[in-house]
């Protein structure tokens, strides 16, 4: 069955209800969600997403997260997507506010999260194929390559939080 995502203006603010597929081909903007990992040291968990993935497949990706469903509480979402793409549950999110981005292939508003995170990473569901903590220096240094397949809403994403100078995210001003 094809699940029903939340369409949103530019502000995130809700505007209908569209199936994912419809989404998909008319890039109709709508709603995700986005959750940063940081370990206690201050790394950050960089993932490769699945080949079988919708969008970005194979791409490496810094945040778990994904699409939210119609009538779903952002937080709700994000602790869902967190526990079925990282295994990871139980943890509380802290809010970094919103983060837009668009081009041919995708509109989203994304509510992005930041939660710590020492125990051990599981792929529950099949959706990420491997990873490892980086640090932000060595992620800056990724980033600056052409080359390393990284989806682009959460490239967006990060420069967003280094132009607001979120608190521990300054170590990625150098890409």
Partial sequence: ???LVALVDESGNPV???PRT???????????TAVLVRNSAGDIYVHQRAAT???????????AGGILRVGEDPAESAARELAEELGIEGVALRPLGLSAYADDTTQVVEF??????????????????SGRWLSLAELAALLQ?????F???TRALLAGLVARAVPGYEALASW
Avoid: C, Q
């Avoid at 419809?22 to 995700?32: C, E, F, G, Q, Y």
């Avoid at 993935?53 to 945040?63: G, I």
């Avoid at 390559?145 to 397949?149: M, Y």
């Fill in 1 to 3: 069955m094809d699940e």
């Fill in 16 to 18: 209908g209800a569209a």
């Fill in 22 to 32: 419809l989404v998909r081909r008319d890039n109709l903007r709508h709603a995700a």
């Fill in 53 to 63: 993935k919708d969008w970005a497949p194979s791409h490496h990706d810094a945040a």
């Fill in 112 to 129: 992005v999260y930041e939660t710590t995170w020492d125990g051990p990473i599981r792929f529950a569901d099949g959706e990420v194929t």
């Fill in 145 to 149: 390559d052409p080359t390393w397949a």
């Fill in 151 to 153: 989806v682009p809403d």
